[in-house]
């Protein structure tokens, strides 16, 4: 009887039933009817009762999850459900979804015809890396009649693994491919000069570049022939990510740690596909999880599981370890991303000799984060007092980011200063920037 639950429909039958007994001590002719209802009543609740348990396996329902979760996406769950009694049912839907979500309002109605199936999706969105346990998938039914439900209980303890960001790979790789971004408007990178490799002489065709014509073979052929290049490969580009307690800050329920999380693996996938060899490494008192840079098959995977299970924690991050970890780990000229964040100027010149030292023998670009509620701040419109003072402070705060920028350009050290949801597409514009020069 434990999945026997009795409906709200019965228990409004019962009280209309009790007023009419209220009634008949007024109208005892009244009586004969309430004790007429009251039998129907306690009848039509057994048929109900054997309409809905006198056949074992009368519903089928599956919950489809995907393989995994992917982290600050969205992620589609799917639900089967298959009627097979001979009367049209209605179901109700509570899927026990893990307690991260938070969610204690899940409910999803339907109505399934005899023999057929509902197919159905629901939307999660995590917002950290992990685990996520599945309970129950239960499956609410109850006949025309409607007095009582019956509970299906199906896929018990499921458990998915949340990873760092992964749906948007294919898109970002459509998008590099051809050297274009959308944000704000479409975003082309020229190529400047030949900073390329020779792959073969071609028949000219319209659209290719003149001064690529090579006369030589024009001359022996007796037709206009071309050089073609391709662009320089098994370059390596390393990722360094700060997991300390700056990192912790968090915009839209990710942290930026999340965010870099996820913008290394959209980065590791364009490199790989360009044929460069994508590494990476993370920090904080010392560094950790390392992956040396390879374009192997399975490179993704193996970046993958090293950004799984990065947590952030209070410390300050060591950048005088960093420096040494990077002479080490990285022998020869590489592209070094950082992801961290600076928020004051003094916060840099504190780590401007092991930045500038890194400088030295490697491409370095510092990946670092605009303050989106201070954005709000400074785009608004004052109308109080307060309000004016609040938006001083912000654009004191946003000159300072400047200041910054500055501060780092002066010793050949790139930057890449985003709001925290565009990081993906703005790191790629920088690796496809420089790529597009040639200066690596």
């Known amino acids: 009887m434990k999945n026997l639950y009795i409906n709200n429909r019965f228990f409004f039958t019962l009280f209309g039933v009790g007023i009419l007994y209220v009634l008949a001590f007024f109208f005892p002719v009244m009586m004969w009817l309430a004790h007429g209802l009251l039998i129907l009543a306690v009848v039509i609740f057994i048929v109900d009762y054997l309409l809905l348990f006198n056949k074992k396996n009368a519903v089928f329902a599956q919950r489809i999850l995907p393989e995994k979760l992917s982290n600050g996406d969205e992620n589609p769950v799917k639900i089967d459900i298959r009627n097979n009694y001979p009367f049209k049912i209605k179901t109700k839907t509570i899927d026990e979804i893990p307690f991260q979500f938070q969610k204690r309002d899940f409910l999803i109605e339907r109505e399934i015809s005899p023999g057929k199936n509902v197919f159905f999706q629901y939307i999660l969105e995590p917002k950290e890396r992990g685990e996520y346990s599945f309970g129950n998938l239960n499956i609410f039914v109850q006949s025309p009649v409607g007095f009582v439900s019956r509970r299906y209980t199906f896929q018990k303890d499921a458990m998915l693994p949340s990873y760092p960001s992964f749906i948007h790979l294919r898109k970002y790789e459509l998008m590099a491919l051809q050297n274009e971004f959308l944000l704000g408007g479409i975003k082309k990178i020229r190529k400047l000069g030949h900073t390329m490799e020779f792959e073969q002489i071609k028949e000219y065709v319209q659209g290719d570049d003149v001064r690529t014509i090579n006369w030589k073979a024009t001359s022996k052929q007796n037709k ?86 990065i947590q952030t924690n209070f410390f300050e991050s060591d950048f005088g370890r960093l420096y040494q970890d990077v002479k080490y780990s990285i022998g020869q000229r590489s592209l070094v991303l950082l992801f961290t964040n600076f928020e004051t100027l003094d916060a840099v010149n504190r780590q401007m000799k092991y930045l500038r030292s890194i400088a030295k023998n490697h491409l370095f670009v510092v990946v670092f984060f605009k303050n989106s509620e201070l954005q709000k701040i400074i785009h608004s419109n004052p109308e109080s007092m307060q309000e004016v003072y609040d938006e001083i402070i912000a654009e004191k705060f946003e000159f300072e980011k400047k200041l910054i920028i500055q501060e780092l350009r002066k010793y050949g050290i790139y930057t890449v200063y985003t709001l925290p949801e565009n990081l993906n597409l703005e790191v790629i514009n920088k690796y496809l920037e420089i790529k597009a020069r040639g200066i690596l």
């Open 224 to 309: 206009l022939m071309v050089n073609q290049y391709q662009d320089e490969k098994s370059q390596r580009i390393f990722m360094l990510i700060d997991k300390g307690r700056t990192m912790q800050m968090p915009f839209n329920g990710l942290s930026l740690l999340d965010y870099s999380i996820n913008a290394t693996m959209a980065l590791s996938h364009i490199i790989l596909k360009k044929g460069d060899r994508a590494g990476m490494m993370t920090f904080s008192k010392k560094a950790e999880n390392k992956v040396p840079a390879d374009n192997k098959s399975g490179q993704l995977r193996k970046i993958s599981e090293a950004l799984y299970n």
